[in-house]
């Protein structure tokens, strides 16, 4: 949670911290103690703007911050389960894409340094409109919209990027499955014949 508010709370303590030197400053100056009606109102109303616009600042940081957590963020399972009919719903529409399922296994008890390196490869490697999901502890799912006339080379750049080795198994709809269960399955199947011809 504090993560989220870093850049607030950073730009509240810095504005604290440049106001005190002024406040000894005017302290020096006149006596603080004395003030009333405008002269009061002026010193409080500089406070405050002064504390606002510290709090402005950190809270463009924590947006920007977030955006960059949710770019490399992979989606759940969930997700990518209640996305599925929708894509679908947009690739009958159009007879020049073609939807093409993914399924990624890496080695089991993979550093976690070479996990987090992989997952954020992923997410770059393929286009905002693909589905990247974490479909299980060591398995990833990639739902991409693709050109009938341009073959993919997204997975080919993966392999050239990554320093985790993994197995790879594909379907594509609707020629062989329309619902993702059946997609999956033929990807399995793919993925476990490529690991016994190796």
Excluded: C
């Amino acid at each position: 949670m504090f993560k989220q508010h870093i850049g607030k709370t950073i730009g509240l303590f810095i504005s604290q911290l440049v106001l005190l030197p002024e406040m000894l400053v005017f302290s020096d100056i006149i006596d603080l103690t004395q003030l009333h009606g405008t002269e009061l109102y002026v010193v409080v109303g500089f406070y405050v703007f002064q504390t606002i616009v510290g709090i402005y600042f950190g809270n463009r940081y924590d947006r920007k911050a977030y955006v960059s957590d949710l770019i490399y963020q992979l989606k759940s399972k969930d997700f990518a389960i209640s996305i599925f009919e929708k894509i679908v719903a947009l690739v009958d529409r159009d007879d020049d894409s073609r939807l093409t399922i993914y399924l990624l296994q890496t080695k089991k008890n993979s550093p976690p340094e070479q996990r987090d390196t992989f997952e954020k490869l992923l997410v770059e490697e393929t286009r905002k409109s693909d589905i990247v999901a974490k479909w299980s502890n060591d398995q990833y799912l990639i739902i991409a919209v693709e050109n009938n006339a341009k073959p993919s080379t997204m997975i080919e750049r993966i392999k050239q990027k990554s320093s985790l080795s993994f197995l790879v198994g594909y379907a594509t709809y609707p020629v062989e499955g329309e619902q993702l269960q059946e997609l999956l399955q033929v990807a399995k199947e793919r993925m476990y014949a490529s690991r016994t011809t190796k």
